[in-house]
């Protein structure tokens, strides 16, 4: 890449992103723990925009994935409150997970009433490229899923080598991360699948007329891939209709929590790899709904849900995928650490969402050695 190009991209990531932890826009709510965060970060709490500006061009020399966070929680719909997933998670992997190799590149800027930019009229687009970029007519999307996916397609068109792991957000911001994977990846003729966990099937077409958020992201993103086979998902269990008809329905496969439990994780990770690899299927995006969690181990999410998967076994099962198949992509999405104020609760989701993380992106880093 030129530098004029390199320039280009850098000016994009200060104009739509923001420091890690600031994209939920407050003016004191949570200071203390952004502090935390940014004292963590760049060993102090003053002067955090330059700081991190600064950072930005180091995307072409840093290790490891790039870390992304998408404080949008408009795309949900039960029990909100995903919109502080990055900063409280990223808090957990720097003090549980300190080994760990990523570069943060910041915080989506959301606007908490927006969504998706196809959704505004030509007035409010205007007036939100004002208030984000102080130009009424700004090449620059403003709704979260919109400037998600634009940043990752100047990620992925412009560093080869780099792969994104991100924090949401409700399950909607997957949408624009897994679709600019998947149309960059098969730019590269590369042949790429899907591993989803979660509580629910997430395959609604839309819900009360809007078709992208945390229940349809993935019916959207599935005529991306080559074919629907290549998606696979883990931990279902809340559904109106039966696995059967969801697999009949959109020819994917789908594994619920008894399904893990009843052939085993190990065993289901080894035949599910086995299938990717008949299909010839090289690398996977992982998008990690916490609510695939049980419960007692994952309360604070917007819908959790009991007789669900423990992470050893959703391990288990990425381990064993991970053993013949590079991840390149990952998400660990709906994490509310403030839904239930119940801390006990909000710390174990935390810690178990980080130790899902820190896996995802040891596998991403070494996707890319
Ligand atoms: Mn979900």
Redesign the pocket.
Known sequence: MSDKMNDKVIKNFESYLCPPGAGVFTVNTAKERKDSLYQELYGTTENIEDIWKTTLPKINEVKGPVLLGVCSDCGGGIQRGANWGPLFLRNTLLKDHKQLTYHDLGDIRVIPHLLHDKYLNGKTLESCKNALYQNRESEYPVSPLSITETCCNDIYENYKDIGVFAIGGD?SVSYPLVRSWIRNKRKDGKKVGIIHF?A?T?LLRERLGIDLC??SWLTHVLDDLESPKACYQFGIRSSGKDRAFWENEFGLNQYWAKDVKDEGAQELGKRVTQELIEQGIEEVYVSF?I?AIDSSLAPATGTPESEGLFPHECLMILKEINSKIKITAADM??IAPLVGNDKAGAESTLQVGASISAYLIEAIDNAHH
């Open positions: 399950h979660d629910h997430d945390f229940g709904d609510d999405v709906e």
